[in-house]
């Protein structure tokens, strides 16, 4: 859908507008066939199937008049962006997300999510944030855990506090 | 006579030692999170409500009045101070405001601005006082069928009415809709959307998705395009204090723009950016000094401020007495309440008597608390907002996970939030409005389970909705609303916003 259409609009078509009306319709489809697999309940009015359906038909509306703008190139401008910062933070939240998943707890998680995050924000001080990291981290998880008594996911550097 | 009781009791109930903490504690949180820049207040609502979990409700929704007001001071001082409006409410502010201190002038922005705020504030509350029990005894009324219609109204105008591009608004509507669909259908118990996976069985939380949409993709979106942009810091310089020609000047500014705030605000129309606009644009026509504006001109700093102000605490109306949130902030408090299974509404009033008016009375104290902590604490806020960008968002970022992971500590609901940060960047950077994403998530679910219940009494009519005169006439409201865009861009008269 988001490859070359033979239709030669007036202005320039917006591949990334051909992109998201794809996926509004995709996500019409999975609203349909996920609603597709619920028993109809109800003895009278809508069961939990019908409402998917409501929305997957404003889902696929709205694909098509997205789809429209696309083609006109209605949608408005875009600066460049840079895609090396975002992915330097998705990097970090990955790490975040596998430490806590393993085990690791939550200052190493958080802090490693915070120098990735600086260093995608122009820092090249690797060790000099690390060290800030740590440090807020640590006490972040003592005001936390400590005083306000919220559990946070406690690892091996936790267990020494 | 009886709100006044009702709010003498409410007052009672906020004095209490503890609750005047909370208060403090709130209104100070609130504005060091929401003085930070790209922070508005929804975001420092979503934030901090991890912070309140292990309160009371009644202490915890108090400390909320703080944080609210706290965030929405926050940001205008942002908004002066470097030119970077956490929300497009703040936008005018920053117009005239960082001229103003940009000329040296920023002391006196920045009390206009809190005394406006505090005069805007206590009107709107005022105002709230008096309108709520009144629309409680309205709203007792509603059948399931008119909440339907109302919510329909609320979903139009939050994502179309009012935004660029209605299709772009409905889109940002119906993705919150589909968010609103997964896990356990309250009625029947069946899972949708969950794929088998079990956490997705609750339901996507309202803070995992809020934080991940406002937090962590507004992170996302400054830094890819942090070649663009330097911010420059405006020092205060000069006296904070307003001159006798900068009061002569502001108190007008106030009273209109609270005229303009509280209405719209209390209609369920969504957002603040109306009101600041109309305030701004009129000011500008009134005003005795018009070659100022553009350059600093100190009306165009008190009128907008009251307004976004008065109708933030216009926004409180249709949340308490309907439960019908018609902001992103909004809709965090009401997150804020449902944490606690209380849902606002006239059942609240009449069960929570308590809650409800200590919380209205305790939006006097924050706003009296603001009003007396800020001014001479402008130093320390400056000096938050001097932390360079790098460990500024990386400790948005950090305090963001924190909040989830305290929440729920597990592997789905962080990749949730980092799927809601990059859909969160996706959207910033294309343009779609996220309140409308974080509204329908949370009304959606409401909305369904009013219409299946009254479509359930009337023994599967359909027709129960245009039976019933309030649903009828809110549906029709919402079919104009829904279509004026459509029309008015055919007109031409979005010509200018579009070309």
Redesign the interface.
Known sequence: MNSGDPVQPPRRVDR??LV?AAL?AA?AA??VF??RG??S??M?????E???VV?AT??AL?AI??FV?ALRG???A??????V??V???I???L??AI??FGGG?IL??SA???T???????RAILV?SV??LV??TL?YLA?DRL??????AGPLERLL | MDTFAALAHGMAVAVQPMNLLYALIGVFLGTAVGVLPGIGPALTVALLL??T??LDPGGSLIMFAGIYYGGMYGGSTTAILINTPGESASMATALEGNKMAKAGRGGPALATSAIGSFVAGTIATIGLAFLAPWLVDVAVRFGPEDYFALMCVAFVTVSATFG??P??G??SL??G??LG?VGI?K??G?A??A?GVPELLDGVEVTTLAVGLFA?GE??YV??????TEEKLEPVRGSLWMTKEDWKRSWKPWLRGTMFGFPIGALPAGGAEIPTFLSYSTEKRLTKHPEEFGKGAIEGVAGPEAANNASAAGTLVPLLTLGLPTSATAAMMLAGFQQYGLNPGPLLFAERPDLVWGLIASLFIANMMLLVLNLPLVGLWVRLLAI????L???I???A??GT??AK?S?VE??M??GF??LG?LMR???FPIAPVVVGLILGPIA?SQ??R???I???DPMTLVQSPISATLLAVALVALLAPFVLKGLGRFKAN?D
Not at chain 2, 388 to 391: A, G, I, V
């Open positions: 990334a507008g998201i509004l996500l999975v609203l996920d609603s619920l028993p309940t109800a009278y009015g809508m069961g939990p019908a409402m998917p929305i404003g889902l709205l008049g997205n703008e209605n949608l408005p875009r600066e460049s962006a840079d895609p910062p975002v330097l933070i998705l970090g939240l990955a975040l997300i806590i998943g939550f998680a958080t999510l915070f120098v995050t600086s260093a995608a924000f122009g820092r944030d800030i990291a807020m981290s972040i936390f306000l008594t919220l559990s946070l996911p | 991890p912070v979990y292990k660029d591009s299709i772009r409905l889109t119906f993705i809709l589909t669909l259908d009625l029947t069946q949708r959307l794929f962590v992170a996302l830094a890819s395009r942090r070649h663009h360079p960008q790098p460990w968002y990386a400790g970022l950090v305090f996970t924190m992971i305290a500590p592997v962080l990749s939030l980092a940060g990059v960047f950077r294309f343009d369904e219409l299946r009254a479509l359930a009337s023994l599967g579009e």
